[in-house]
């Protein structure tokens, strides 16, 4: 995956979204050449796709809960914690089931930090962008939602058409509010399968910032500041090529 695809195929935001291009990752590694602007701005999304990912797996949780299937309950809620060691609320759930009545946690600390709100991410991604009604529309879903106002909240999303994680989550939720399990976790796979290939390609987009700048370190004779981008890069994608 090239750099260029960061912004559209990892954050999801589409180009007419973005009302100054300079705080973009694309911006900063092909117009102003600075690999360090590019680090700064790959390094603020790795804690988001973590926290992401654990909320979506905490959701999904909750769900096979509800249908009483524990194993798959369970597996969930580690793999959230796995994502967020301090999702205190997949901690809390998970210390319910005797395998981990006795294993410690650490203090559980709340840290909703998941971005909930579309206009919010974007803000934080690309820091100015252009509001649109589609992004406004799924953002007033979500706050009526919030507030157990589903028939609201269903009718602003009837004919959305902007395909989110975010939007798969709710859509999860307006259906379980039904008890429409089945058509629930249809749509919560779509969300699980959203986020976990954005994170997979965020980490191959950052693994090879970070091998770019280490052969800038190289090609400047540094080569303490090259290996630790290498072994940044390694970290981040174990198969990329140094």
Do not use: W
């Amino acid at each position: 995956m090239s750099h260029i695809d960061f912004t559209k195929l990892v954050l999801n935001i589409d180009d007419h979204l973005i009302a100054d291009h300079k705080n973009t990752l694309e911006y900063s590694i092909n117009i102003e050449k600075d690999l360090n602007k590019a680090i700064a701005i790959i390094n603020k999304f790795h804690s988001y796709f973590h926290f992401e990912q654990s909320n979506i797996y905490l959701n999904a949780a909750k769900i096979y809960k509800f249908i009483g299937n524990q194993e798959l309950e369970l597996e969930f809620l580690e793999k959230a914690i796995f994502q967020d060691h301090i999702n205190y609320e997949a901690i809390a759930e998970i210390a319910k089931f005797d395998r981990y009545l006795d294993q410690a946690h650490g203090e559980n600390i709340k840290y909703n930090s998941f971005i909930k709100f579309e206009r919010d991410f974007i803000d934080f991604s690309i820091e100015h962008s252009n509001f649109c009604d589609k992004i406004a529309s799924l953002d007033r879903a979500l706050k009526y939602f919030d507030q157990d106002k589903y028939k609201v909240a269903e009718e602003l999303i009837v004919e959305l058409e902007f395909k989110t994680h975010r939007y798969y989550l709710l859509k999860t939720g307006l259906l379980a509010a039904k008890n429409q399990i089945s058509e629930a976790i249809t749509f919560l796979n779509q969300a699980i399968e959203i986020i976990e290939r954005a994170h997979l390609q965020y980490h191959l987009v950052a693994a090879s910032t970070y091998k770019a700048r280490g052969l800038r370190f190289l090609s400047l004779g540094d080569d303490q500041l090259a290996q630790n981008d290498f072994i940044k890069a390694k970290g981040l994608n174990p198969k990329i090529e140094i």
